[in-house]
Each structure stands twice: as C-alpha cells, then as structure tokens.
C-alpha cells in the first residue's frame, strides 16, 4: 500500500459534497431522544420482569437496554467532536448528560479522546489500543517458549476485554503518551487541568459522582432492581464498546507508524469499517449504533460529519481513496474473539525501522 498516494487533507475535503459536514440539530436531538426512549421503556419492561421473578426475560430485556446504553454513548461521543449541532452549549449539556448518565467523565474523556484522533495510528502518541512491542510483552510473558505466562497473558487480556473492565482501567489510570504520564480521567491533574479548563474537569467531576451517589442509593434500597435496570446494562455497555472500539483499530492487516513515518491522513487509514452478517442486521445495527462501526474511516478523518451524514461521506471518500478505504471486515463475536486470544505485537523502534510500515503480528 502506497501511502505517498494520499492526497493533501484539505484537497480531499474539497472533493467531498459539502452538504455531509451540515448538522442538523433537529435530527441529532431525535436520535438523543429515541436512544433515551428506548432506554425508558426496556427499563419498564425490566423492572416489571424483576418485580414478577422471570429472570431470564430480565437478563435479556437488561441486554437490549444495554445495547441502547451504548447508543448513548455514542451520542455522547459525537458531542465530544462537536458533530451534534453547531452550538457548543448543547453539545456540552447533551453529552454531559449522556456519558455521566454512564459514568464517564464527559469533558476529561472528550479531550484525551481528542488526543487519540489527533495522533491516529501513531505508535508514540496514540491512546487507543494502540500494539504492545515485542520487548514489553517480554517483560510480561519472559519468552515465547513461557507456554503458562503466555496462556495467563491471554485469558488476563480475553477477560479484561470481554467484560469491558479494560475501559474502566481506562478511565481511572490512562497512559498520556504526549505527557509521558499517567493520569485519571475522573480526577483532575495537571494534564486534564488548565485555568481554561479547569471549571469543565471540576463539574465532569460532580457530575460523575452525583451519578455514582445516585446508583449507590438506588442499590441499597432496591438492589435487584439496580442491578437490571442499570448495572448489568452498564456492563453490556462497556462491553460493547470496548468490542466496537478494538475492532476497529485491530486486524491481522493493520498498518502503524513511528512518529517520524506518520501523519494524520496515514493514521486514519489504520482504522477500519466494518460489515454485519446480512443487509437487515446491517442495516438496524448500523441506525440503532449511529453508524459507529460502520463508516468510522471516514469519521477519523473528518471528525465533525455528523454520524447521519457518514454513508453518503463514505461514498465520497471511496471515489477518492478506495484503494486505501473500500475494503471491509465482518463484524463478528468469532473474529473478535481470535484477534482477543492473540498477543499481537510491533517490532521495537530502531534508527533503522523508524521510517518503515508496520503490520500487528501474533506472538
């Protein structure tokens, strides 16, 4: 793949029919709104599943309602890139509502999240499952003849994986690869914190507890129905999107770059869009997620496209770009869980490597 054929950014932008960068607030409010709806109702259901015993029934009622959990997110996401409306209050009341509705700090996420789009693909300065080098997983796993440390090494990744605990590891200590520090999303440090900011960190910080207060008073009053009215959909939240995220970023062919080989347009090529199993599941997956696994090519490299204009955008930047863009992975729980059950790596950073492309390779 020859990347010196990418065009200029802004050259790419003007090929693009500009009505997709229009936002419509009108149509984001009604996703916000729906996503909000539908939780209400499956909370309903939930609640009166519970209240008469049919436990299985509430397991999977508090699933659909975790899926609509993680459509939330989403919309919060898309405030947190300013594509929601051109007014910033709103993207900030909305999305401040929607991710500590989640227990995630809004502001202290939209910027690290920031930084991941600023520094796609880079291997320096990424903060999104970015590849472990060889040498680190050989500080963890000793050598590749270690069949036990590789094995414990596996199933500790499956596991944070799978349950979405990774993304809560996330949240409270995160690596800033810019800063060359960790810090906390929902505690405010020098690297969340400026005198501009410092006002949106404390009130993400308020905000966020008063959501965890709130879940803590309605767990010891009610605790089964917290626990399928919120928790277990919560879980299913982090869950996907721990799973939408990684795919995304992770595939036997993905390409990564050392800082001295990357740029923006480069990195965003290192994600990737995806497909579902047949055209109906596509298409309800793709409304009820608002597109997020979908068109996310072109979403990394023209954040502010509104997530309902991203497959006419899509249909743009293949007419430019294809050779880099049109290809496509099933989205699938079977290739998620093989690339999981992988310790997938990137050689070390040399005088003599740091220019090159790196393809992920299995340990």
């Keep these: 793949m020859n990347f010196d054929k990418l065009p200029e950014l802004n050259e790419l932008k003007r090929s693009f029919d500009q009505s997709v960068f229009h936002k419509s607030t009108f149509k984001s409010l009604f996703y916000f709104f729906f996503d909000c709806a539908a939780i209400t109702l499956l909370s ?20 659909l309602s975790g899926s609509f959990f993680w459509s939330l997110f989403v919309v919060g996401h898309d405030c947190g890139h300013g594509s929601f409306s051109s007014s910033k209050s709103l993207n900030y009341l909305v999305g401040y509502i929607s991710h500590h509705f989640l227990l995630v700090p809004y502001y202290g996420w939209a910027m690290s999240h920031k930084k991941h789009h600023t520094f796609h693909g880079n291997l320096e300065f990424d903060e999104s499952h970015v590849p472990i080098t060889f040498q680190r997983w050989m500080i963890v796993v000793q050598n590749r003849e270690n069949r036990l440390g590789v094995f414990l090494a596996k199933t500790y990744k499956f596991l944070m994986y ?27 440090s020098k690297y969340l914190k400026t005198d501009r900011n410092k006002l949106d960190v404390y009130a993400g910080l308020v905000g966020y507890l008063a959501a965890l207060i709130a879940v803590g008073v309605s767990f010891y009053y009610n605790p089964m129905v917290t626990l399928f009215l919120y928790i277990l959909p919560l879980v299913v939240c982090y869950h996907l999107l721990v799973m939408v995220t990684y795919m995304q970023h992770h595939f036997p062919e993905s390409k990564w770059f050392y800082n001295e080989n990357w740029n923006y347009l480069k990195g965003a090529m290192t994600s990737m869009d995806h497909y579902y199993s047949n055209r109906l599941l596509d298409r309800a997956v793709s409304f009820f997620w608002h597109r ?56 070390d950073k040399n005088d003599d490597n740091k220019y090159e492309t790196f393809t992920v390779k299995k340990l």
């Design 44 to 63: 309903i259901i939930s609640y009166s599943l519970v209240n008469n015993g049919l436990w299985p029934l509430a397991l999977i009622s508090a699933a």
């Design 162 to 188: 799978v349950t979405g605990a990774i993304y809560f590891s996330y949240l409270w200590m995160s690596y800033q690869a810019k800063d060359n520090a960790f810090t906390s999303h929902y505690i405010p």
């Design 292 to 347: 997020i696994s979908t068109d996310h090519i072109v979403h990394h490299i023209f954040t502010d496209i509104p997530h309902y204009n991203l497959i006419k955008a899509t249909e743009e930047m293949n007419k430019n770009i294809g050779e880099f863009t049109e290809k496509k992975r099933l989205f699938s729980y079977r290739n998620y869980f093989n690339f999981l059950w992988t310790l997938d790596f990137v050689e």
